[in-house]
């Protein structure tokens, strides 16, 4: 039994590689479109809105994390706020609203016009997600989405899309990490002056 595990840790790498390594020999140019769309907002006053729902929220408050922090040199703190993390705010608006104006009414309340939103969604269909982006066109926002498989309908929506064409989940997500710390190198190089 302990050897099959083993297989299914050795698979589980195989595939991850397999789809690092299609997304890397890929079109790459929405990668770095991402990132000078995050540092044009952020060398304008502007900050970065990112959301997602499960994993994809964590990848949300992971990118948000380390702008704000840092992620591997000594530089100013940089404006990126995850719309997952409020507890009170997220239930307030899916008590008062709906489930579906969760990220929505926050830019709403956050956004402003040298903004970018950063929208995560492995289906390309979520609900909330969708609406964030539509509420980011009309407040004047630029947009980005993260996907996977086909893209979904977000991905037609947005100024930059970046997907990763793979219907397992898992794996769309490791590479999807993947693509936000090369983003946050290029971002953290631009404001470093590298």
């Known amino acids: 039994m302990i050897d099959n595990w083993k297989q299914r840790v050795a698979q589980a790498f195989a595939e991850s590689i397999e789809l690092h390594r299609a997304v890397a020999s890929g079109d790459l140019s929405p990668v770095v479109e991402a990132a000078k769309l995050i540092v044009a907002a952020l060398t304008s006053g502007g900050k970065l809105l990112v959301c997602g729902n499960g994993g994809s929220a964590s990848d949300a408050q992971h990118v948000a994390a380390e702008l704000v922090g840092r992620f591997e040199r000594q530089r100013q703190a940089l404006p990126a706020l995850a719309l997952t993390v409020d507890t009170s705010v997220l239930t307030s608006i899916a008590n008062d609203f709906s489930y579906e ?94």
């Open 101 to 194: 104006e969760v990220f929505a009414r926050q830019l709403e309340a956050v956004g402003g016009p040298h903004d970018v939103l950063l929208a995560i969604s492995t289906s390309g269909r979520s609900a909330n997600v969708l609406r964030a982006i539509e509420r980011a066109k009309a407040l004047g926002l630029k947009s980005i989405a993260l996907t996977a498989n086909d893209g979904g309908v977000i991905g037609s929506l947005v100024d930059v899309h970046i997907n990763v064409p793979s219907r397992a989940t898992a794996r769309a997500q490791e590479v999807h990490r993947t693509i936000l710390h090369a983003i946050c190198e290029l971002v953290e190089a631009a404001v470093a002056g590298a």
